[in-house]
Every structure is written in structure tokens, then in C-alpha cells.
């Protein structure tokens, strides 16, 4: 007879609970583990959410997809806030511990660099801390390979009638997204007549709020960084707060904030 399903062996406790080891004797490196091992099940939600929600935009099904992108800013907000968590650990703390992680780092995280890609923020050198042939490179590819969910909403626009070329959503496809002037006026006219185009307006404000989630949580970590390390060198071998500074730049879509200022 088929054993009763149970929480723990639903859940796979046994195995989830022993997924951390800490490497010293330190209080705080469960801390540390946890806050990481967290934010990368989060990240495997994100992914499994914008997967179907481009699915829908793809099929002209923008209704659908916003439902998906609503959970996601909400996943995106619990996750900024884990920073206050992390943020508990002193320099100090941390210190007794940072040398036991040796090179590893964020800066590999695999889900992390899945997430920008299918964004649109390709940047195919991360590929190379991924061995080929392995599970996470496998991931990757697919992701570089895969139009992005903005190049899935540039062609609902074009689908629309607004004059997009068809350079801006076909690409190689592991080249990333650079802003189109075409593609800012189509959102100018978009802006500039909500009612009219309400589906697309709609999309756009959700995308924009996935983008400041995004850098919100970048700008969290940046601080945090300085507040835990400094201006240390990052375990990853970046310069550290200089590098993720740099991040801040980063627009997934470059046109739904430039618009704002010709509007
Ligand atoms: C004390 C805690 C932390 C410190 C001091 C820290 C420090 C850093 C530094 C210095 C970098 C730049 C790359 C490098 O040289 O290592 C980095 C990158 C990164 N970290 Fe953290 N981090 C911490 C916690 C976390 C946590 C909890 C996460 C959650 C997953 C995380 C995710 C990332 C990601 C995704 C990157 C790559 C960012 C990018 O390239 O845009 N970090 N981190």
C-alpha cells in the first residue's frame, strides 16, 4: 500500500534541512547559508513565474501574464527585504568566518545570471563559471538561446501596429538588448493614450516594476556589502562595492524609463 503523504516527506525535510554545512564553527554562518540558499529558491520561483508569463505575452494573453507578474513583484519585495536580516551580521561576524569561502561568491550564482537573461541582460562571459556539460551551463544556454520576455513584449507592440523593427526583437540570440527610438516612441504613444492601449500600458507599468524590484535589490546588497566589508575586495575577485555599484546602471527596459522624461 502507497505510504500516507506526510509534511516532512512532501516537503523533503530530511533532505532540505540537511543541505547546510556550515564549513567553521561560527554562529553566524548558518545565517549566512540560509539567506543565500533562500534568495536562490526565490530565484527558482522568478524563473518558473516568468516563464509563463512569457508564455501568455508570447500568445497574446497579456490579462494572464499580469497575474504572474504581480506574484513575482511581491517574491521581488520579500526578497529586498532579507537584506535587513543579513544585515544583523557585523563586520565582525562575518569576518570570523569570510575565509572558509574562499573564491566562491554571488557573482556565480547561475539562477541569479538565468534571471538577467531572460530579461534581457545577456552577458554570456558568466558562462564561464559554469562547466560545460553540467545542469546549471545547460540552463544558461537555454536562457541566452531564448528571445527575452522584453523581446516577447516588443512583438505584442509590433503585433499591435506600432512601427517596431525587427531588429530590435530579433537578434543573436545571445546578444543583449540595447534602446531602440522606435521602440521609445511606440511607448510615448502608448503613454500619451492609456485608455487606447490600456493591455500594453498595463504590461509596461509591470515591467517597470519588476526593473526597480530588481535594482532595489541590487542597491540593498551594495549596501549592505559596504556596511558588512567595506571596500574589501569581494570573494568573487571583482573590486567589491565599486563592481556592484557599476550594476546600478543596468535597465532591462531602457525605454520605459527614458519615455518618463519626454512624456
Ligand atoms: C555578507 C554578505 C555578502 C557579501 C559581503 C557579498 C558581497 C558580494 C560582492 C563583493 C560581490 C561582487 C562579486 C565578488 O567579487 O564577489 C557580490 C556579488 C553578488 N552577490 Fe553578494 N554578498 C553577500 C550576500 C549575498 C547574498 C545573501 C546573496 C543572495 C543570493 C548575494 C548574491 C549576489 C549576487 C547575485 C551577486 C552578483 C551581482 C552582479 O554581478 O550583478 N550576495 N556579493
Known sequence: MDQP???????????LLGCQEPRSQEHD?????????????????????????????EGGELVPAYKHLARVSRIQAVMTQTWDVLATMTPADYLNF????????????????????????????????HPEG???????????ARPSFYD???????GAGFAIPRTAYEREPNAPYTAHEAVEAAWLEVYRDTSKHWALYQL??????????????RHKHVLTVERVIGRKRGTGGTEGVGYLQQTLAKRAFPELWSLRTKL
Open 98 to 129: 569570510r575565509s572558509v569561502l574562499g573564491t566562491s561568491s554571488g557573482f556565480q550564482s547561475a539562477q541569479f545570471r538565468a534571471l538577467e537573461y531572460r530579461l534581457g541582460l545577456k552577458d554570456d562571459s558568466f558562462l564561464r563559471f
Open 29 to 57: 554562518e548558518l545565517l549566512f547559508i540560509i539567506l543565500h540558499q533562500t534568495e536562490e529558491l526565490w530565484m527558482k520561483q522568478l524563473l518558473h513565474e516568468i516563464d509563463v508569463a512569457q508564455d501568455a505575452v
Open 152 to 158: 516577447a513584449t516588443l512583438m505584442q507592440l509590433a
Open 5 to 15: 503523504v506526510t509534511y516532512g516527506g512532501y516537503l523533503r525535510l530530511d533532505t
Open 204 to 217: 509596461a507599468e509591470k515591467l517597470i516594476d519588476l526593473d526597480d524590484a530588481m535594482l532595489t535589490w
Open 134 to 144: 553540467g545542469a546549471a551551463r545547460a540552463m544558461l544556454e537555454a536562457a541566452l
